[in-house]
């Protein structure tokens, strides 16, 4: 039986198809071989769908979505370029749904007190944050942040800038994380334009702008903020939900902040201890 890839003339409604597919193999340096293998298909049959001589099959499209490692909204968008309805929902926190999801969240949140976490999404919009990141950053600043993102945060110096003593390591890293999701996720147009948005900041250095000359993050980098005279050390960690299939659980991450030494425990827990939260049993975190 002949199983090759029936030829059609070229359909507008399968070319955005194929533009998709060659931006993803270039963001994951992929060529049309590579990709046709992991993919389980001929090099002719990946040449006509890029091409929009064949109309691949959903199977097929899903296929090729795992061999180049999607996110779940790109999955749908691949999806939706080839013609099928999507297969991953984008539901909002706030839906009945999610009612034990939001209970996870809030119990991460306030078992983190004293110290700060944030939920944020893939372009580190703050969608939430515990009493604790409020006050350790009004501390610091004198009042609140200006922005609900955290990476304008630590860029603009107006905002959590001019108190960060170690401003180049941290926006360095950010930058780079940054600059990694717009290279791996071509489709974000939202962390483009962030990305844009962020070197347009004074003070900038001019190598920042290079990705290809960044230089890899330390296995364990601290946040560093000015406080009364004194400094306030933090590292974090990231939580993210396991094998999610909606796309606002598979964007989510919580990032948790601990103190890095006994000072910055002790003001954390007067901070808290000022607002009438009982800190009393709070284990200690440094030795």
């Not at 790109?74 to 009612?99: K, M, Q």
Request: with cysteine.
């Amino acid at each position: 039986m002949n199983t090759s890839p029936r030829a059609l003339p070229r359909d507008p409604a399968t070319r955005d198809l194929g533009v998709l597919l060659r931006e993803w193999r270039g963001a994951r340096r992929l060529s049309q071989s590579d990709l046709a293998a992991d993919a389980d298909l001929s090099n002719r049959h990946l040449s006509f769908i890029e091409t929009g001589r064949s109309r691949p099959s959903r199977d097929v499209v899903e296929r090729l979505a795992d061999a180049l490692d999607l996110p779940l909204r790109d999955r749908n968008g691949l999806l939706l370029a080839a013609g099928y309805a999507p297969a991953y929902r984008e539901t909002s926190l706030d839906e009945p749904e999610f009612a034990r999801i939001r209970r996870a969240i809030d119990f991460i949140l306030a078992q983190q007190e004293p110290y700060p976490a944030f939920v944020l999404d893939r372009c580190w919009n703050i969608l939430a944050a515990n009493a604790a990141a409020l006050r350790v950053t009004g501390a610091a600043m004198g009042g609140p942040s200006r922005h609900a993102n955290m990476i304008r945060q630590f860029f603009d110096p107006d905002d959590v800038r001019r108190v960060v003593d170690n401003w180049e390591e941290i926006a360095g890293a950010l930058l780079r994380h940054l600059q990694e999701r717009v290279a791996t996720v071509p489709t974000d147009h939202a962390a483009k334009a962030l990305l844009d948005d962020v070197l347009r900041y004074p003070g900038i250095p001019a190598h920042w702008r290079r990705r290809d000359v960044a230089t890899a993050p330390r296995p364990v980098m601290s946040t560093v903020l000015r406080h009364e005279g004194g400094l306030l050390s933090f590292f974090s960690t990231i939580t993210t939900f396991g094998t999610p299939r909606d796309i606002t659980l598979d964007e989510l991450h919580i990032e948790c902040c601990f103190p890095l030494d006994r000072e910055t425990e002790l003001v954390c827990a007067a901070l808290a201890r000022a607002e009438g939260l009982d800190v009393a049993h709070t284990p200690r975190v440094t030795p």
